[in-house]
């Protein structure tokens, strides 16, 4: 672990090097990405540093202890090195968890896409309250969110709806929803009182940058037609709704929110592009058979990953057992005790597969 982060150190000094070189600020791409790494680095480095001043404080302690001193000078000496000693060894496990492997996708913003599943118009219902859920958290959290395109059912429920959320760290944050969310609860149109049980899908997509992403034009098929749905009769008059097909893949999508065709033309581009590069990263992780996926971090969307227990007030996380009987607040975007939770269930997961 040592020669790597001594290695780290070194590529950290070249790079403080190159981006005070004129020539390399005046390259932007060159120095944006030079800039990225430098913030990627930054972290380990600043941790490095004080764990080498711990182990310097730690190794002149141990030294004093071998000159003549009094028993009351010895003491605090004595304090002083197991006082250092833990420091040093809760910096030391910091430090195996800034060189665990990252996901370069993490800073992203994030597209995220919520389907009504099993259970109809209860289902739909369920994914407008996981849309007020991520919305409420985006707020929480200052990032901001982008409706790309809805499917109403007109009684504040979604057959889907796909948003954008973004802002620093929103996939890193984010990620873990992929997969189905169980609703258990008693409709309102249930009179005998029996608990009914539907489902939403959720995927999460990191949002992908044009530098990542070549879409050849002669690969699409742009068709536009008349607006239809809950849009209002503005929306209606005019063919301003886009369906767009990347003719390779099969990928469809579809935005007819916005009274401009172009506006739905550039928010269903979004979606492709996501669509896309999501794509290429799951086949590149299942060509990677070495680098085993973790169980809280599959993003696996057939998965029942939570269920939200409505009579009992209680969310349940089944990848890592957690339940919270503060259903109202969860809904309400206070997730981060959750999410907190899959973190570091995560990372537990990394460390275990870099030790074995």
Known sequence: MFGKLD????????????????AVIAEQ????????????????V???????????DLDSNKELLNEKVDKDFKKMIEDDIEE?????????EELKILLLPRDENDEKNVIIEIRAGTGGDEAALFAGDLLRMYFRYAERVNYK????STNEIGVGGYKEVIFAVQGKGAYSKLKYESGVHRVQRIPLTESSGRIHTSASTVA?????????????????????????????????????????????????????????????????????KARLY???LKKAQDE???????????GDRSERIRTYNFPQGRVTDHRIGLTLYKLEAFLNGEMDEMIDALQLANQAELLKSSEE
């Open 278 to 280: 999501d794509a290429e």
């Open 84 to 92: 250092l000693s833990t420091v040093a060894q809760e910096l030391e």
């Open 204 to 272: 999460v997509l990191p949002e992908a940058e044009d530098v990542e992403i070549e879409i050849n034009p002669n690969d699409l098929r742009v068709d536009v037609f008349r607006s239809g749905g809950h849009g209002g009769q503005s929306v209606n008059t005019t063919d301003s709704a886009v369906r767009i097909t990347h003719l390779p893949t099969g990928i469809v999508v579809t935005c007819q929110d916005e009274k401009s065709q172009l506006k739905n033309k550039e928010k269903a581009m979004k979606v492709l």
């Open 7 to 22: 290695f780290i150190l070194e590529r950290y000094e070249e790079l403080n090097e190159q981006l005070s070189d004129a």
């Open 29 to 44: 791409n060159k120095f944006r990405e030079l800039a990225k790494e430098h913030a990627r680095l930054d972290p380990i």
């Open 145 to 148: 969110t982008e409706l790309l």
């Open 288 to 298: 990677m058979a070495q680098n085993r996926k973790s169980q809280v971090g599959s």
């Open 46 to 56: 600043a941790k490095y540093s004080e764990y080498k001043k711990t182990k310097e």
